[in-house]
């Protein structure tokens, strides 16, 4: 092999090899690679059972009604996608909806507390409700009260959108079912919730503020309808994630003790006592341990029997949100990105503690409601999108055999002393085979290069060439390390292994808006797990990090799910070499609570496709539901362009341009115009055309 060939990403590398254990190449080479070993690299099994798993076809594939689904049921990602992509009216990125994955979150939920229920021998009974802000698609909300009806599950509003939503898709719910109606108020808002009562529905209006109270005694005075109101309690109850700020003494939301009573006075002075029904508090989305969840559900608990008592008509105790999933696949309650604990070990939290509570103040036991969204909806939706192209962080890398080579590329050049005392260092180190000493050379070479450039003293063709020199110690650095030739850096080299695996990590540039698709990864830091659709077959020899179409450097993604038992991300994603005119395709999963709805519009990139698929047997599945995205036309209106005005003004500009002679003849003219008129109605992501190329390195 010539001493200047290529070895970037010559290297398969393992699971054991990306998390950074040493494993000899040949003992890689004899046991091969299978999908048992891509199953552990990506984590699935942690985050992904019971709905998705890779299968022996390297694919990712999904089970839709998790441990229920039969071999026959299970859905091949790849067979979806390309199945959408035969119809030629959609292509990534898009959205992939599983409703069967939410019917099974669902009845998971309600058969988790109906077990705790009976194990416990408690007295009241459990209603779920699903707060529409997480997911608020209608063909979502509409799944969960179709889904739920016949274990009256009901919806929770905020806003008054939300409110309107949520009245029109319960009349076909139970009459049981709840609408719990949160969120600051104004008359309308209430009327609203009244007229709701009216229709027949079971609204209560939660009471967030005191002085709300008012508003709700003059409408219901005004309409003449009988309120069930509830309180929000601020509890004295927190977790230090990053959604807990939403509880606690500080807390935004929440009645404190004092106007608790407060409004039990004022409804007792008015004879409207037998009105408060329903207690509310919320802790926190992503609850991690159950110690919270008994410590907040046991002095909620306390305040519902104590209202009990002051002669309000209490029934119902809402929990509010909190039930969180395993993102990393840790379960791990250290990890902020997992919980450690079972829906049914939750569910067995609450109704233990409410039942406990109840017992020793001898109050009737509360039907217990759970306003589960993260829980319910995060693993029904998967999200993908392409690679078109990558970029590495340093360009070249050569072989480096021998000091003579390190001669070789430097001979032709003329050297600042500085540079030619540290390039001789370098070929003698290379020599010897201290590699960790030639690390340290390597890096200084490069670093002084670069200063005597910045001085007009060396030619960039000499900077490349450094660079190269660097890259290329780094690789071979690399290489020695995974075959447990190097136990670790020494003191001198000022590097530790993780700054060489940096120095190998390069950039797929990904056919995706991460503030429009994955808001929260840049918002929060949150982590989602993303993994390769096929090849998970193959060995992935390159270590990457993601960025987006958008003109942002937020627009990436370098935090990845890792098999660490804590749950410790790591800095970049296992991936596969790019092929020439062969599409490569990722899928974030979980990604079904809040992503669609806090995206934003950044660069004007719309909402992606959406297609819901329903499995059948015999391993076959049917494409029940297509939304196409925003077009370029939609996005433009939305910042209150209009398209229409615009084509004429462009149109205009054409006229003269052709008149003036601009253009070849009438050919190119024509094609010029039809592009322009066409572009109005298109994606506004990367088209997949037939000239569309994939890079390859």
């Known amino acids: 092999m010539s001493p200047l060939t290529c070895l970037h990403g010559q290297e398969a590398l393992d699971s054991d090899n990306l998390n950074g254990r040493s494993v000899a190449n040949s003992e890689m080479k004899k046991?091969?690679?299978?999908?048992?070993?891509?199953?552990?690299?990506?984590?699935?099994?942690?985050?992904?059972?019971?709905?998705?798993?890779?299968?022996?076809?390297?694919?990712?594939?999904?089970?839709?009604?998790?441990?229920?689904?039969?071999?026959?049921?299970?859905?091949?990602?790849?067979?979806?996608?390309?199945?959408?992509?035969?119809a030629g009216e959609m292509n990534t990125p898009l959205i992939i909806r599983f409703p069967e994955i939410l019917k099974n979150r669902l009845e998971v939920l309600q058969t988790a507390f109906e077990r705790a229920i009976l194990l416990n021998g408690y007295r009241g009974s459990f209603q779920g409700v699903f707060p529409v802000k997480c997911n608020p698609d209608r063909y979502v909300v509409e799944d969960i009260v179709r889904f739920g009806r016949n274990f009256a599950f009901g919806l929770e509003a905020g806003s008054k959108p939300e409110l309107l939503m949520t009245m029109a898709c319960m009349c076909k719910a139970s009459p049981d079912a709840l609408l719990i109606c949160n969120g600051y108020k104004d008359a309308e808002y209430?009327?609203?919730?009244?007229?709701?009562?009216?229709?027949?529905?079971?609204?209560?209006?939660?009471?967030?503020?005191?002085?709300?109270?008012?508003?709700v005694l003059k409408m219901s005075q005004y309409l003449r309808v009988q309120p069930v109101i509830g309180v929000r309690a601020k509890l004295s109850t927190k977790h230090n994630g990053h959604w807990g700020e939403t509880s606690g003494d500080k807390g935004k939301f929440g009645l404190s003790a004092s106007e608790i009573l407060s409004i039990v006075k004022t409804l007792k002075d008015v004879g409207m006592l037998d009105a408060l029904q329903l207690l509310h508090f919320h802790i926190g989305s992503q609850i991690p341990s159950l110690s919270i969840v008994k410590e907040g559900v046991t002095e909620a608990a306390h305040i519902f029997c104590e209202l009990s008592l002051l002669g309000?008509?209490?029934?119902?105790?809402?929990?509010?949100?909190?039930?969180?999933?395993?993102?990393d696949g840790s379960n791990s309650s250290a990890s902020g990105m997992s919980i450690g604990y079972t829906v049914e070990e939750y569910a067995e939290q609450v109704v233990h503690a409410v039942d406990d509570a109840c017992a020793l103040k001898n109050v009737k036991a509360p039907t217990i409601c759970c306003e589960s969204g993260r829980g319910l909806v995060s693993h029904h939706s998967v999200l993908i999108f392409d690679a078109f192209s990558v970029s590495k962080p340093q360009h070249g890398g050569k072989e480096l055999c021998r000091g003579e080579d390190v001669t070789d590329l430097l001979q032709s050049h003329d050297l600042p002393h500085q540079l030619s005392v540290l390039s001789e260092d370098l070929a003698r180190l290379v020599n010897i085979g201290d590699l960790e000493g030639a690390l340290a050379c390597a890096k200084q070479?490069?670093?002084?290069?670069?200063?005597?450039?910045?001085?007009?003293?060396?030619?960039?063709?000499?900077?490349?060439?450094?660079?190269?020199?660097?890259?290329?110690?780094?690789?071979?650095?690399?290489?020695?390390?995974?075959?447990?030739?190097l136990r670790s850096l020494s003191k001198k080299a000022g590097l530790g292994m993780s700054d060489v695996?940096?120095?190998?990590?390069?950039?797929y540039h990904t056919n995706l808006s991460i503030f429009k698709s994955v808001p929260d990864s840049w918002a929060i830091g949150q982590l989602f797990p993303i993994v390769p659709l096929h090849r998970l077959d193959e060995a992935p020899s390159v270590r990457a990090i993601l960025c987006d179409l958008?003109?942002?450097?937020?627009?990436?993604?370098?935090?990845?799910?890792?098999?660490?038992?804590?749950?410790?991300?790591?800095?970049?994603?296992?991936?596969h070499k790019l092929e020439a005119n062969r599409p490569y395709y990722l899928g974030m999963f979980l990604g079904g609570a809040y992503q669609e709805v806090l995206g934003s519009m950044h660069n004007l990139f719309g909402t992606t496709h959406v297609v819901h698929v329903l499995g059948k047997t015999g391993g076959s599945f049917q494409i029940s539901l297509q939304?196409?995205?925003?077009?370029?036309?939609?996005?433009?209106?939305?910042?209150?362009?209009?398209?229409?005005?615009?084509?004429?003004?462009?149109?205009?500009?054409?006229?003269?341009?052709?008149?003036?002679?601009?253009?070849?003849?009438?050919?190119?003219?024509?094609?010029?115009?039809?592009?322009?008129?066409?572009?109005?109605?298109?994606?506004?992501y990367l088209s997949h055309d037939q000239d569309h190329h994939y890079s390859v390195f």
């Not at 709905?51 to 091949?76: C, H, K, L, Q, W």
């Not at 695996?501 to 950039?507: E, L, R």
């Open 190 to 215: 209430v009327q609203l919730a009244l007229i709701a009562r009216q229709l027949g529905l079971n609204s209560v209006i939660v009471l967030e503020q005191e002085e709300e109270l008012q508003i």
């Open 445 to 485: 070479l490069k670093l002084d290069c670069a200063c005597s450039f910045k001085l007009g003293l060396v030619s960039l063709e000499l900077r490349a060439i450094v660079d190269e020199l660097y890259t290329s110690v780094s690789n071979l650095m690399c290489q020695e390390s995974k075959k447990g030739n």
């Open 550 to 575: 958008t003109c942002d450097s937020d627009g990436k993604i370098s935090s990845f799910v890792s098999g660490n038992p804590l749950g410790k991300a790591d800095s970049f994603l296992p991936l």
């Open 627 to 684: 939304l196409p995205g925003q077009t370029i036309s939609d996005v433009l209106r939305a910042m209150l362009h209009d398209p229409l005005s615009m084509f004429e003004d462009i149109r205009s500009q054409f006229l003269d341009s052709f008149k003036a002679g601009r253009f070849g003849g009438n050919r190119e003219a024509t094609v010029a115009l039809h592009i322009l008129k066409c572009s109005f109605s298109s994606y506004t």
């Open 312 to 327: 309000a008509g209490m029934k119902y105790l809402d929990i509010g949100g909190g039930l969180g999933i395993d993102y």
């Open 501 to 507: 695996i940096n120095d190998q990590i390069v950039t």
């Open 31 to 86: 046991q091969g690679w299978a999908v048992d070993k891509s199953m552990a690299l990506y984590h699935v099994g942690g985050w992904g059972a019971p709905y998705f798993f890779i299968n022996r076809d390297g694919n990712m594939a999904v089970r839709p009604s998790g441990f229920n689904t039969t071999f026959t049921e299970e859905i091949d990602l790849m067979a979806v996608l390309q199945k959408i992509q035969e």
